[in-house]
């Protein structure tokens, strides 16, 4: 049983973006089947619910250190080259999130966003609940990043996806359950279980 999460939690949708839903070369085909349950959360705690995108550089020479070569195999995803709204967050979630519950980031992990880490702080937030594609990139370097700050982690199983499967399920059933007192695994039903209030 998943233990109680307190009013000190936030809901952190990861990068369930246009880019990742749409025909591209970095579709998540799973997305769709990781919607519903990642709507269920956002419903039920609008005021408690992040959302990350994940940015694109506008040319590759623009992009530092080895995000340089990262973007020039990749140079289709950058602002020179895509539609822009591409960085967009699918609909619904798009009409939900407020302007001030949507944080940017260049990189796999937003905790190098720091107003994100910022608004943290400021929340006293102890808990993040993680939903959000890919589990195995950027949920999984937001994750250990939270887990080194201390936070607690709520991996919610239904709401995670890859384009992937293997190395989702790897994630899932492998290496999180090797860090039981700092990341738990569960599902959204037993998530809005266990969040009160």
């Known amino acids: 049983m998943l233990a109680p999460i307190g009013p000190n939690a936030v809901h952190l949708a ?37 959302y990350s995108r994940f940015t694109v550089p506008e ?3 623009a992009a530092p250190g080895r995000w340089k070569t990262y973007y020039e195999r990749w140079s289709m995803f950058t602002g020179r080259t895509m539609d822009l709204g591409l960085v967009d967050l699918v609909d619904p979630l798009k009409a939900m999130a407020r302007p001030d519950n949507v944080y940017d980031k260049p990189t796999y ?4 966003t720091p107003s994100f880490v910022e608004r943290l702080a400021e929340g006293g937030i102890d808990t993040i609940v993680m939903t959000g594609v890919e589990t195995d990139v950027c949920v999984l370097a937001t994750l250990f990043a939270a887990v080194d700050r201390g936070f607690r982690v709520v991996a919610v199983s239904d709401a995670l996806t890859s384009s992937d499967a293997a190395s989702h399920r790897a994630i899932l059933d492998v290496l999180l359950p090797r860090m039981p007192e700092q990341v738990c695994i569960a599902d959204t039903d037993a998530v809005l279980a266990a969040w009160g209030g």
Do not use: C, G, N, Y
């Open 14 to 50: 990861v990068d369930m973006q246009r880019i990742f839903a749409e025909r591209t070369d970095w579709h998540a085909p799973t997305m769709a089947d990781v919607l519903p349950a990642i709507l269920r959360l956002a419903e039920a705690k609008p005021d408690r619910t992040l």
């Open 109 to 112: 992990s937003l905790f190098e």
């Open 59 to 61: 040319h590759a020479d």
